[in-house]
């Protein structure tokens, strides 16, 4: 949420020619309807939530509450300490010290994001089961693989997968804090007489605990999202647990009341990942950013544990699903998969198209209105992204089935065939889809408007030029590359969404996402392969978007 939250604070400046013509609320009332795409799923479930009932709510707190909510908090636990384990050590060994490789490894420990954690899920399942070629090969050698730890249901393994899949976003936060701290402070601090141990400890991760809490707090709601990892392990979570609600038992009181219960949980997250970010602020020292070489053998180890994670997180996976999907390819590559390439390029490319559109009025709007209730709205609009996607699924679901049921009753005098008119449609799913990633087309268009010079705006104004007029002829052509990244980054996620088009699609809809859903939850883990690959490669476009962003210098300043 850190990075989604990045750059909300509303400018300073606006033109001042555009800036005395509007009334303070005319931005806030522009952004209000964008606003809306993420306000009423929410509302719609806590509204829900609001009037439960008795018997739906003792079920599930004799049932169904005490089990998803250990297990919801235990593999948060277990995945904040993976992900700080890995992350903070990879991201302190890649920006300060030098060592065999660490300028591949800089970049390439990125890469695991391109996997979908469901992807890695099915192939670590594959893997290590008892007929998987691990297990095989220990009783090959051994005689028998009895001692081996079972794999299905395990906490062991869900935990490994997903500090696997969300490690890179601390990572990538903390290594850009140790850049931006170079290495002054830390010699500072061993000329007061701290060990350089002593200093990464009281100095280094210090100043860096933003950035690092900014990276947990979105680790944290990314596995809280978590639906399909949760799945193949079979690990009942608050995802699951909605998901049986709705599909099993048939009650959509249940799955809106489990959601409600996700949606409060994820506020406390964004308020304390909030509080932590604006509770310490620190200026870092630049330059002085000379590495430290380490001795002979710290350096090899150091290099093992970067090629480890990387091996483990993305070359293991990666080489798996191309073997998988060379035996698999002759057989399953026929007309329905391209059905179902062709239904995912569609969704993702619509859903990209409309919310690149979006994001562009909602930058525009911001950068003109300068007012409080103007950087609220557009603050509301873009946290979709915090939720999990089945919350905003059933909280789509919801109003569209209310929605639906009056339509019908206006049209059966004419004849009309019961029959849902706009559940299950693909307006429904961009609906959700947009509210979910809308902070990922908006920040990615946003950071291009900043770089649009407020000069540029200015001689605008004063040659006569409307608003509309300076978007169309001044931060079209300038805003391009900012607008295909955006596109490109929503098109991605969507392809890798699963939950909300799994759980509002019309039957026999499907995605390559929910095509991998299907098969794997079949133990089918060499045709769920194939769509897989797709999606991996897919995936790869936007990681390299953000490796050569990466690579560039960061800016010094604490995220605020």
Known sequence: MATAERGLNPPAFAPAAHRTRHLPWRGALAALP????????????????????ADTWAHLWQHVLPRVLANTALLMALVAVGVLAVGVPLAWLTAMCEFPGRRVFAW???????????????????????????QTALRELFGSSRWFPEIRGSFWGLTLVLVLAFYPYVYLLARGAFLTQGRRALEAAQTLGCSPAGALWRVALPMARPWIGAGLALVLMETLADFGAVAV???????????????????????????????????????????????????AAAGGDARRALGPRARWLATAFCAAVLGAAFVVPMLQIVAWSLQVWREDLDARYWGFAWNTLRLAGATALAVTVLALLLSWIRRRHADAATAWLVRLAVVGYAFPG??????????IAWLDEQ????????????????????????????????????????????R?????????????????????RLHLPLLRGGLLAAFLMVLVDVMKEMPITLMTRSFGWDTLAVRVFQLTSESMWQQAALPALAIVLVGLLPVALLVMQTERRPSSRTPS
């Open 108 to 134: 390439a420990l990125v890469l695991p994001l391109a996997f979908p954690a469901y992807v890695l899920a099915f192939v670590q399942m594959g893997l290590f089961e008892y007929a998987g070629p691990v």
């Open 390 to 399: 089945v919350v905003l699924a059933v909280g789509v679901f919801v109003p």
């Open 452 to 472: 649009v010079s407020r000069h540029q705006e200015e001689a605008c104004a004063s040659l006569g030029q409307t608003p509309w007029q300076t978007l169309r």
């Open 34 to 53: 964008i606003a809306l795409l993420t306000l009423l799923p929410l509302g719609a479930v806590l509204v829900l939530a609001l009037a439960p009932q």
């Open 233 to 283: 392990f079979n690990v009942d979570t608050f995802t699951t647990a909605l998901y049986k609600a709705w599909f099993d038992l048939h009650d959509l009181g249940a799955a809106a009341q489990l959601a409600s219960l996700l949606v409060l949980v994820v506020l406390v997250l964004v308020a304390a990942e909030q509080r932590s970010r604006q509770a310490q602020r620190f200026d």
């Open 407 to 450: 339509l019908l009753a206006l049209l059966k005098p004419f004849g009309v065939e019961p029959l849902a008119l706009l559940k299950g449609s693909l307006a429904t799913m961009l609906l959700a889809l947009a509210a979910r990633f809308m902070a990922v087309g908006f920040h990615a268009t946003d950071s291009a408007m900043q």
